[in-house]
């Protein structure tokens, strides 16, 4: 049985969504999966709605875009709002709890993550929130090896901000591991 797990990342440009993609991405192929992606921007680019799409397959890709998003994390109110219908019942939605309000009247799997919150107060660099999402996606559902995610990190993300970078991914991965706790 054919595995193919799509992947939509969601917010506003300038938050990092397309880099979340590029390391999720690499990290599928890292751990030997075929890959494919795709990102779009609004007409403004920065401060408009902002899309990174990620396909990870035990088999080649036949179509490289998101039809139905087993996963969406999402990191502004606009692209919950957006996407959340494309989620089947059976699928996960991460959200930042500061930006964004859920409607959890579905059935669709709902967790919040206080990935703005922890990066702003905890890092002070509000720009980690991607990579705090980031760690707690990979938490969450195991989709890529924690591994591969870091050496993606490490490889996509220059010296000067890699070590803030694989700190706010290891806060995220230690906020979703606390959800296991609650």
């Known amino acids: 049985m054919r595995k193919v797990i799509q992947v939509r990342l969601a917010g506003f440009g300038g938050q990092g969504i397309v880099l979340m993609g590029l390391i999720l991405g690499e990290a599928g192929a890292l751990d030997g999966r075929h890959v494919c992606g795709s990102n779009s ?27 139905k998003a087993d996963i969406l994390a999402v990191l502004s109110q606009g692209s919950y709002a957006a996407y959340r219908e494309d989620v089947p019942d059976s699928g996960l939605i ?8 859920p409607d959890e009247s579905r059935r669709v799997q709902h967790i919040g993550i206080a990935a703005s919150e ?65």
């Open 94 to 101: 991460l959200f930042d709890e500061i930006r964004v309000k």
């Open 118 to 182: 922890y990066a702003l107060k905890q890092l002070g660099k509000g720009q980690a929130t991607n990579m705090v999402m980031l760690g707690a996606l990979v938490a969450a559902t195991g989709i890529v090896s924690m591994d591969a995610a870091r050496k993606a990190i490490s490889l996509h993300v220059g010296e000067t901000f890699r070590a803030i970078n694989l700190k706010a991914f290891a806060a995220g991965v230690d906020l979703a591991g606390d959800l296991d706790n609650a």
């Open 41 to 67: 921007y609004g007409a403004q680019a920065r401060g408009s709605a902002c899309k990174s799409e990620v396909i990870l397959s035990d088999d080649p890709i036949d179509f490289p875009h998101v039809i």
